[in-house]
């Protein structure tokens, strides 16, 4: 059984199968949050209540940190109800409480908080609702693809190449290809939350640095 909007994908048999579906950002989840993020962003400029809450708040940081925390909230709930949801669908509910699932829960409720946060980023930093969508879809649609090209550029020196791989390997693609395709430990679920938190602090600062120079 499965979900039909992700195709063949969805035929799982195990819980496994059911959480490393989701954990796959760019073949379903993640295009749904893209676009829920981007719309909601993209609303405030459409309607131009930025100005409204400018003149409200006169603080550009608790503005950029609540649309930030939103995002990631909007973004981790996304990937649980759709776990929710499968779950409750496959009869295999006894099976939540294993350290393994667990693992793999925690997981990928912090790789989608770190895809929010990003998400959230381009979503404020491009005015046009429309252009806000297709920005966001086309980072999840290619991140494989932009990675395949990072690699190859990189490729003409061996230092290079182990920078890009090591940043591969700690970015939101990295770790979501890592899950998906591997059994969990605890340790390798506490340095996936570790990175996605840095990856939500990064990409918040830079947030908070480039929309306090916005034109709202």
Not at 22 to 39: D, F, M, P, R, T
Not at 69 to 76: D, E, H, P
Request: hydrophobic share 50%.
């Amino acid at each position: 059984m499965g979900i039909s909007i992700f195709g063949d994908l969805t035929a799982f048999k195990k819980i496994d199968d059911i959480i490393r579906i989701g954990i796959a950002y760019q073949k379903g989840l993640g295009i749904l949050v893209a676009v829920l993020i981007s719309i909601f962003i993209g609303q405030e400029y459409q309607w131009q209540t930025w100005q409204q809450k400018w003149m409200t708040s006169k603080n550009r940081i608790n503005i950029y940190l609540s649309k930030a925390a939103l995002s990631s909230a909007v973004s981790a709930a996304t990937f649980l109800i759709f776990q929710i949801v499968a779950l409750l669908s496959s009869g295999q509910i006894q099976e939540m409480l294993t350290p393994e699932y667990a693992g793999m829960m925690i997981s990928g409720v912090f790789i989608y908080a770190a895809l929010g946060s990003v998400i959230c980023l381009l979503s404020m930093l491009v005015k046009s609702s429309t252009a806000s969508i297709i920005v966001c879809l086309g980072y999840v649609l290619f991140s494989e693809t932009l990675v395949s090209v990072i690699k190859n550029v990189s490729s003409f020196s061996d230092t290079a190449a182990r920078l890009v791989e090591w940043g591969v390997q700690h970015s939101i693609y990295g770790m979501s290809s890592i899950v998906s395709g591997a059994s969990v430990s605890t340790d390798l679920a506490l340095t996936i939350l570790i990175n996605s938190l840095a990856i939500m602090l990064l990409f918040t600062a830079i947030g908070l640095f480039l929309f306090r120079k916005y034109e709202l």
